[in-house]
């Protein structure tokens, strides 16, 4: 379905579309592992540029280092 949603993955998703999305992990606080996080799904239209903008990397060309990662 389309609007805010939390999958059976217990993701939290923005679906406005069909199509490319990005996949942003935020870590919880005091947190001490990578994999205690938030995670939240959105569609977008160009995903690599908005993680690019997430990385602060926007108008770079290397996009092999993603810390927010591309749903393509």
């Known amino acids: 379905g389309w609007g805010i949603r939390m999958n059976l ?5 923005y679906i406005e579309r ?5 996949r942003l992990f935020v870590r919880k606080p005091n947190s001490g592992t990578d994999e205690d996080c938030w995670i939240y799904v959105f ?8 993680c690019l903008i997430f990385n602060g990397e ?6 092999s ?3 927010a990662k591309s749903d393509k």
């Open 65 to 67: 280092s993603f810390l």
């Open 43 to 50: 569609n977008c239209k160009d995903p690599k540029r908005v």
């Open 9 to 13: 993955r217990g993701e939290t998703g």
């Open 18 to 22: 069909n199509g490319p999305a990005v």
């Open 58 to 63: 926007e108008g770079e060309a290397d996009t």
